[in-house]
C-alpha cells in the first residue's frame, strides 16, 4: 500500500514550475492536495498494522518516528536560515513547514511589493484587499499548525493530513486575490513582484 501511495504520488507532483506566481500557488495548492490525499488512503491500512504490534514492537516504531522527525526538523532549519524573509523571532515555529508557512504569511512583503513596482492607486488597493486575506489565510492556519505534537504514528499521520489540507486551503483563499492582483500589473511590474515573492521555495519545501 506504501509503495503505491508512493508511486501515486510521484506520478502527481509537477515536474516543473510554471513562470506566474500565480500559477505556481496553484501548483503548490495541487502538490498539497495530492499528499493530503495520499495519506488519507494510507491512513486505515497503516492504523491496522499498528494495531497487530505488541507493546515493544509499538515503542521503537515511536523511537523511530521520534529520531526521523528531529532530523527533518534540523534539514527544515538549516534551509530556512538561508531565507530572506523568515521571521527570526521565530525560534521553535520553524518545526514543520506548516508552521514556516505561518511565519511566511505573516512576514508578506507589503511595503517591498509597493516600492518596487510603482504601484498606481487601484493597484496598491487590491495589492491592500491580498494583504488582508492573506493574514485571515495565516490567523486561520495557525491553529492546524499545532496538531503536529502527537506521539502515536497514527497520530501523527492524522495530524500531517489535517496540516496539509488546511495549507491547501489557506492557498485556494489566497488565490482568487492573488490572481486578481496580479492580472492589474504590467509585465514589468510582474518580474519586479517575482523578484520579491519567491513562491517556488514554498513548492520545493512542500515536495521534500
Keep these: ?29 495541487h502538490t ?12 486505515p491500512t497503516f492504523a491496522t498494522f499498528y494495531g497487530l504490534l505488541d507493546d515493544e514492537q509499538k515503542a521503537r ?4 518516528g521520534v529520531s526521523n522527525n528531529a532530523r527533518a526538523r534540523s534539514e527544515q532549519d538549516r534551509r530556512a536560515t538561508g ?19 505561518v511565519i511566511d504569511l ?9 516600492d518596487g513596482a510603482s504601484l498606481s492607486d487601484e493597484q496598491r488597493a487590491t495589492l491592500y484587499e491580498l494583504t488582508a486575506a492573506i493574514y485571515r489565510a ?3 492556519l495557525g491553529a492546524s ?40 500589473l504590467t509585465d514589468v511590474q510582474k518580474a519586479r513582484l517575482g523578484s520579491v515573492v519567491n513562491i517556488s521555495t514554498e513548492v520545493t519545501s512542500a515536495v521534500h
Design 1 to 29: 500500500m506504501a509503495l503505491d501511495t508512493a508511486e501515486t504520488l510521484g506520478a502527481t507532483c509537477p515536474k516543473a514550475l510554471p513562470k506566474g506566481l500565480n500559477g505556481q500557488l496553484a501548483i503548490l495548492s
Design 32 to 43: 498539497l492536495g495530492a499528499m493530503a490525499t495520499s495519506l488519507r488512503a494510507l491512513r
Design 61 to 64: 516504531l515511536v523511537a523511530m
Design 83 to 101: 531565507r530572506q524573509n523568515i521571521d527570526k523571532r521565530g525560534g521553535s515555529n520553524q518545526g514543520s513547514f506548516c508552521q514556516q508557512w
Design 106 to 114: 505573516r512576514s508578506w512583503p507589503v511595503r517591498q511589493i509597493e
Design 138 to 140: 495565516a490567523g486561520r
Design 145 to 184: 499548525c499545532n496538531a503536529d505534537d502527537r506521539f502515536t504514528p497514527p497520530g501523527r499521520l492524522e495530524a500531517r493530513q489535517v496540516q496539509l489540507e488546511a495549507l491547501q486551503q489557506s492557498i485556494d483563499g489566497i488565490r482568487p486575490v492573488f490572481s486578481q492582483f496580479e492580472s492589474e
